[in-house]
T-cell receptor
Framework: GQQLNQSPQSMFIQEGEDVSMNCTSSSIFNTWLWYKQDPGEGPVLLIALYKAGELTSNGRLTAQFGITRKDSFLNISASIPSDVGIYFCAGPRPETSGSRLTFGEGTQLTVNP | GAVVSQHPSRVICKSGTSVKIECRSLDFQATTMFWYRQFPKQSLMLMATSNEGSKATYEQGVEKDKFLINHASLTLSTLTVTSAHPEDSSFYIC????????????????FGSGTRLTVV
């Protein structure tokens, strides 16, 4: 079953606002991945984190790999309407030698113009 | 970059028939491909891991005789939903991972664009 707890489940924000979402796990992960999924499409990788404490940016997106290796957060600054979608955290399951991904429940983001 | 092509994007079939979904890695060789299922407003649930040249590994609760997986080459995996029923209607997504290049931990997972299956 799912090992990643993602919150919040949904967010309704105004254009220009900053957004923060996070994932926690009871297990240690060696890699954290953040994906965005548009309706009717597959997930697209936004940011990949490989080291505890790592802070990585991709444009207006910033993600961090928690020091305990059991959590990660994703921030979106100055949101725009095209940020709308579902955001998922994911990580390779530790017990599978890192080959199979587990996904969080997702955060549905709505941006009002 | 790594591109995964999934076909068809949408399919409607009659109950009792079988449907085949293809997943191709276009610019890299994928020794491992993964098949996911996603119900509306839910997360992706891994169904099975497809390994080139060997049998697929199915997750607990997934019927291997119903969801047939064939990883015939390093660039193609197929998922066949046999004797489809309305409850099999879902969004099926594949992902592929390069077999070589970079460290194992950094070989990214690229996803196809998904197949919307509707069984009527």
């Amino acid at each position: 079953g799912q090992q990643l707890n993602q919150s919040p489940q949904s967010m309704f924000i105004q254009e220009g606002e900053d957004v923060s979402m996070n994932c926690t796990s009871s297990s240690i992960f060696n890699t954290w991945l953040w994906y965005k999924q548009d309706p009717g499409e597959g997930p697209v990788l936004l940011i990949a984190l490989y080291k505890a404490g790592e802070l990585t940016s991709n444009g207006r997106l910033t993600a961090q790999f928690g020091i305990t290796r059991k959590d990660s957060f994703l921030n979106i600054s100055a949101s725009i309407p095209s940020d709308v979608g579902i955001y998922f955290c994911a990580g390779p399951r530790p017990e599978t030698s890192g080959s199979r991904l587990t996904f969080g429940e997702g955060t549905q983001l709505t941006v009002n113009p | 970059g790594a591109v995964v092509s999934q076909h068809p994007s949408r399919v409607i079939c009659k109950s009792g028939t079988s449907v085949k979904i293809e997943c191709r890695s276009l610019d890299f060789q994928a020794t491992t491909m993964f098949w996911y299922r996603q119900f509306p407003k839910q997360s992706l649930m891994l169904m099975a891991t497809s390994n080139e040249g060997s049998k697929a590994t199915y997750e607990q609760g997934v019927e291997k005789d119903k969801f047939l997986i064939n990883h015939a080459s390093l660039t193609l995996s197929t998922l066949t939903v046999t004797s489809a029923h309305p409850e099999d209607s879902s969004f099926y997504i594949c992902s592929a991972r390069p077999g070589t290049g970079g460290t194992v931990s950094r070989r990214g997972y690229t996803f196809g664009s998904g197949t919307r299956l509707t069984v009527v």
